[in-house]
T-cell receptor, first 114, second 111 residues
Framework: DAGVTQSPTHLIKTRGQQVTLRCSPK?????VSWYQQALGQGPQFIFQ???????QRGNFPDRFSGHQFPNYSSELNVNALLLGDSALYLC?????????????FGQGTRLTVV | RKEVEQDPGPFNVPEGATVAFNCTYS??????FFWYRQDCRKEPKLLMS???SGNEDGRFTAQLNRASQYISLLIRDSKLSDSATYLC????????????FGAGTQVVVTP
């Protein structure tokens, strides 16, 4: 059973560029959440997708957008990259709310903006 | 005020000793609670869920105090391999189960 997979694992981008990160959820999970983890901090919630719709959003600017596909995989897009966007981006999959199950994380994409 | 707060540590613990630390949460409607472990530059992995009655998994014991809105984690007989950052995670309890993370408590077990 494949767990959560993310690609790419590492990425270096230049300020002002755009980036797309990808996530495939754990088998049987249909809810995907994205988190940003800066060095020395806990993961910060970006947004959550369920049934191909953004269901919740954290305190992130519109430069951060996403998408969920019919097979439940998801993309995170960041436009007009800033140096401060450098972080580990984590994707977590889970069952829908109400099941009280834990989230499973992918290994993350480490984004460096230079 | 942050929704989930943790003492960042580090907690320096001699091998074989016991260490305990707490996490407080602000949303009284929170429904699910977890401890995750994160090793340096790796993804968080579930250590254990936290149940209302408290629960134990080997050397690890988790407690929930809803009245005071905190959860705790106790590690007995610490091993060198327990060195990690422990993240407190709270399911927000709203319709869509947003997981809120604390910043983590660093534990360093020394020989």
């Amino acid at each position: 059973d494949a767990g959560v997979t993310q690609s790419p694992t590492h990425l270096i981008k230049t300020r002002g560029q755009q980036v797309t990160l990808r996530c495939s959820p754990k088998s049987g999970h249909d809810t995907v959440s994205w988190y940003q983890q800066a060095l020395g901090q806990g993961p910060q919630f970006i947004f959550q997708y369920y049934e191909e719709e953004e269901r919740q959003r954290g305190n992130f600017p519109d430069r951060f957008s996403g998408h969920q596909f019919p097979n439940y995989s998801s993309e995170l897009n960041v436009n007009a990259l800033l140096l401060g966007d450098s972080a580990l981006y984590l994707c977590a999959s889970s069952l829908p709310a109400g099941s009280s199950t834990e989230a499973f994380f992918g290994q993350g994409t480490r984004l460096t903006v230079v | 005020r942050k929704e989930v707060e943790q003492d960042p540590g580090p907690f320096n613990v001699p091998e074989g000793a016991t260490v305990a630390f707490n996490c407080t949460y602000s949303n009284s409607a929170s429904q699910s609670f977890f401890w995750y472990r994160q090793d340096c530059r790796k993804e968080p992995k579930l250590l254990m869920s936290v149940y209302s009655s408290g629960n134990e998994d080997g050397r690890f014991t988790a407690q929930l105090n809803r009245a005071s809105q905190y959860i705790s984690l106790l590690i007995r007989d610490s091993k060198l391999s327990d060195s990690a950052t422990y993240l407190c995670v709270v399911n927000s309890g709203d319709s869509w189960g947003k997981f809120q993370f604390g910043a983590g408590t660093q534990v360093v077990v020394t020989p």
